[in-house]
């Protein structure tokens, strides 16, 4: 095994123009993805499954009470519109409804718009990674074009003909999609301004994710390094960025089924993909494809984190603040049964297992409120991953019906 490997930006997406290769190469033979996984951590190796897709075994005998893998940001993450006050962008501290007063704020005209933080301190680190005010800016232009859609008409709410097939009208309406693009790409900026429309809720959320993301693709263009074979808590920050954009990249993208399941999604992605082609600054602009957009949502989907308010008991409702992607924690599977513990400090993921470990052990967490359910509760919540569990605790309840 090579000391070091050349960190090569990639997608799995399709052809990309001139301009998007800069930043991000085709898929390098030279890569290797089980490297890759394999800087994850000494404690266990990522492999197939037998039921498929990869997950997480330990290499040896693991003591309870072992932390097994440390977290210390997200690739990119996102806070809801009702708590985007309230809950801090860096690190998602909650004051208890507290509107907070720390602030990174812009003037567009008579509009203020604002990103909130819980301390000056989380402020001047969001800063540190920034660069040149481009995600904070990239940010604020999402805040500034969301409250003024607020005054501009609610767009149609869309679905594919039941009757229709899926697949062909997914593939018209991207196809129409990009002669749209053509259109708007060569228009003058006012005039591309002008087109700028009203996006949903649920919709700025995903934005913001996806910025995030682009933001980080292009951080690490600018300080490519040859990243060294060591585990991720062995590396410096920007050998931790390129390595788990690399892991970011391996992750499965789940669009494709997510659209199959709920046909009206094709509509809103591309409202998605449509509002970041208006609107994206300049120095993001080149990497604003539908192949990478479509492949940056999907892997959120069935990989992201909830960042959840803390209960201060079992009965306490928990607040569903947002989502974090964090790509070396996104090859844990799930179990009803966990034999692992997930604990948020911030905006820091730890995981710890809550028992002894054998050798070849899968580790697997649980990913949610679904495991105190009735058997057939638990597989229909967690078929929003798109996958039937199969564990131990599921099968023998079945086994017992």
């Known amino acids: ?63 309870k009470g072992t932390v097994l893998l440390t977290c210390n940001k997200p ?21 208890d409804g507290r509107i907070l007063k720390t602030k990174i ?34 940010l604020l232009e999402i805040e500034r074009h969301y409250i003024a859609g607020l005054n501009k008409p609610e767009m149609e709410l869309k679905e594919p003909s039941k009757t229709a097939d899926l697949q062909s009208v997914i593939k018209q ?15 003058k900026p006012t005039k591309r301004a002008s087109q700028i429309f009203r996006i949903s809720d649920s919709e700025y959320t995903e934005i913001k994710y996806v910025i995030g993301v682009l933001f980080h693709m292009y951080k690490c263009s600018k300080k490519q390094v040859s990243l060294p074979i060591k ?12 390595l788990e954009l690399q892991l970011f990249n391996i992750l499965q993208s789940s669009e494709p089924e997510k659209v199959q399941k709920y046909p009206y999604l094709l509509y809103s992605y591309i409202n998605i993909y449509k509002f970041l082609v208006l609107t994206t600054l300049p120095p993001l602009q080149d990497l604003v494809s539908s192949d990478l957009v479509r492949a940056t949502i999907g892997r959120n989907l069935s990989n992201a984190f909830g960042i959840w308010s803390e209960a201060s008991n079992p009965s306490e409702e928990k607040e569903f603040f947002g989502f974090g992607v964090y790509p070396s924690a996104s090859y844990f599977n799930h179990s009803c049964g966990p034999n692992m513990i997930k604990k948020r400090t911030k ?39 798109f996958f039937d569990c199969g564990c131990d605790k599921c099968t023998v309840e079945l086994q017992s019906q």
């Not at 951590?41 to 330990?58: D, L, M, Q």
């Not at 690739?75 to 004051?95: D, L, M, N």
């Not at 990103?115 to 005010?133: A, G, H």
């Not at 585990?231 to 390129?242: A, S």
């Open 1 to 63: 095994m090579p000391s070091t490997i050349t960190v090569d930006l990639h997608s799995e997406m399709g052809s990309l123009n001139d301009t998007e290769v800069k930043y991000i190469k085709s898929p390098s033979k030279d890569i290797d993805t089980d490297t890759c996984l394999g800087q994850i951590s000494p404690f266990f190796n990522v492999k197939k499954t037998k039921y498929g897709g990869r997950g997480c075994f330990a290499i040896s005998a693991i003591p």
């Open 75 to 95: 690739i990119s993450s996102t806070i809801i519109k009702p708590f985007r006050k309230e809950a801090c962008t860096r690190c998602f501290s909650y004051c």
């Open 105 to 138: 704020q812009k003037k567009f005209g008579k509009e203020i718009v604002s990103l909130y933080f819980c301390s000056e301190e989380c402020k001047e680190e969001f800063t540190n990674d920034d660069i040149d005010n481009l995600y904070a800016d990239s």
């Open 173 to 187: 309406e991207w196809e129409e999609v990009a002669l749209w693009e053509k259109k708007i790409r060569a228009m």
């Open 231 to 242: 585990y991720i808590n062995e590396l410096d920050n920007n050998e931790r960025n390129q």
């Open 347 to 385: 905006n820091v993921l730890t995981f710890t297992t809550l028992q002894d470990i054998k050798p070849d052990q899968e580790l697997c967490i649980d990913y949610g409120n679904y495991i105190n359910e009735k058997v057939e509760v638990r597989r229909r919540e967690l078929s929003e991953w």
